[in-house]
């Protein structure tokens, strides 16, 4: 099953061009479902990587440099510190265990806490005020904290980053330069961190995918580059949002 991961790549980066919700919104729920959560967020953070430079090349024209600095720089630092979070957690050997209808079942600190933040962004996708949700431009600081930090630990920021940009005065291709460059300065921060504490085998065993997943992500890149507009595609946004609930409520529960 895990060749449907770049033809999902494919559309997930195509889409990323239309909607509020980035790559990783996607891929990281995607990528749980085959691999340990470490090793998922790590793998779908390199094909983040990845498009994120390809695309950053045919849109980097347009990114606004005075919203770049003073949200991605507070982002680099919070996804430093996101990123050393999933690093410890990964580490940590606690495990919660308990009983569902007669189940003896377990989960782990890094499970549910990566179930918590998934969930969170289901919410995003699902409740219609908090898609309507925006900030206004002076809490650009804050936001790359907060967008940050979830980049790190989990690899989920497009939407935070989303709330705190949409009102910050930029074009429709600002507004996408600009999300990408910012997203590329959490990837470059975090994805360092994310090698330093893992066999890198794990990697090296998985390269046929990873490249297949991110030649998709080009593709879908280049297709969403001549339709530069950013759309909400409201149905789709709802589907996404539902799949995003299931992966947490089962990563929670160590079912998966």
């Known amino acids: 099953m895990e060749y449907l991961i770049p033809v999902i790549a494919l559309f997930a980066s195509l889409l990323t061009f239309f909607s509020g919700f980035g790559l990783g919104t996607i891929m990281v729920p995607v990528f749980l479902l085959f691999f340990p959560v470490e090793l998922a967020i790590t793998l779908s953070g390199i094909v983040h990587l990845l498009n994120n430079m390809f695309k950053i090349s045919l849109v980097w024209k347009f990114i606004d440099k005075s919203v770049l600095l003073r949200f991605g720089l507070p982002a680099l630092l919070a ?34 806490s990566i179930a ?101 992500a080009f593709i879908g890149a280049l297709i969403g580059r001549f339709y530069l507009k950013k759309v909400k595609i409201a149905a789709l946004q709802t589907l996404v949002g539902v799949l995003i609930l299931l992966v947490a409520v089962s990563l929670g529960l160590g079912i998966i």
């Not at 429709?172 to 330069?177: K, Q, R, S, V």
């Open 79 to 112: 996804a430093f510190l996101g990123a050393q979070l999933l690093s410890e957690l990964a580490d940590s050997k606690e495990y919660i265990n308990y009983s569902i209808a007669g189940y003896d079942r377990q989960t782990s600190v890094l499970k549910l």
């Open 116 to 216: 918590v933040l998934l969930f969170v962004f289901a919410m995003v996708e699902l409740l219609p005020f908090a898609k309507k949700f925006t900030v206004s431009r002076d809490k650009l600081i804050l936001g790359g904290l907060l967008s940050g930090f979830g980049g790190g630990l989990s690899g989920h920021q497009g939407a935070l980053r989303t709330i705190f940009l949409v009102k910050a005065g930029m074009s429709a291709e600002g507004f996408i330069a600009t999300g990408i460059s910012i997203a590329l300065i959490v990837d470059l921060t975090r994805i360092p961190i994310y090698f330093s504490g893992m066999d890198l085998s794990s990697i090296t065993n998985n390269a046929s995918l990873l490249i297949s997943a991110t030649l998709a």
